[in-house]
């Protein structure tokens, strides 16, 4: 987004150099010529007036989070994991147990769920994580969401 910006302004910037090289040498000439200014007003020069463009920089929050909004966002990044049986899936499904996942699996969960919230979550904080609702209350603690 910064380079965008960076790029917008440049562009911006040399074409108003271009104007004022471009505009001006055609005002002079034009101011120059009393035939042209006697005749019609068609032709009165307006005083150049350099372009500025207002910077403004807009920032957006996260979206408000509830406990039902991480649930469903939880649930639907395990849904689309896999190795994970939708049908098998509930809060309270154990993730070695009932789902029958092994390390490297709960890993990878996590990291999938570490993506979907946007934070990382601490490999001693993940060994406790064993089902989607200890991850619903782990993220709603970490994002300070409480009912």
């Known amino acids: ?15 108003l150099r271009v104007r ?20 019609s007003s068609n032709f009165d020069v307006i005083p150049h007036q350099r372009l500025s463009l207002p910077l403004k920089r807009s920032y957006s929050a996260k979206p408000p ?6 649930s469903d966002r939880t649930m639907l990044v395990l849904r689309l994991y896999d190795k994970i049986d939708a049908c098998k899936l509930t809060l309270d499904s154990h993730f ?11 890993v990878e969960v ?6 979907e919230f946007g934070f990382e979550i601490p490999d001693m904080d993940a060994e406790k994580l064993h089902r989607p609702k200890d991850i619903v209350r782990y993220v709603a603690d970490r994002e300070d969401v409480y009912e």
């Open 96 to 106: 070695i147990n009932d789902l029958g996942l092994d390390s490297l699996d709960h």
């Open 1 to 15: 987004m910064a380079s965008l910006t960076r790029n917008l302004r440049s562009i911006v910037h040399r074409t």
């Open 65 to 70: 989070l509830t406990l039902d909004f991480i």
């Open 110 to 115: 996590i990291m999938a769920i570490e993506d």
């Open 20 to 39: 004022n090289f471009s505009i001006q040498p055609a005002i002079v000439g034009v101011q120059k010529l009393p035939i042209l200014n006697q005749k």
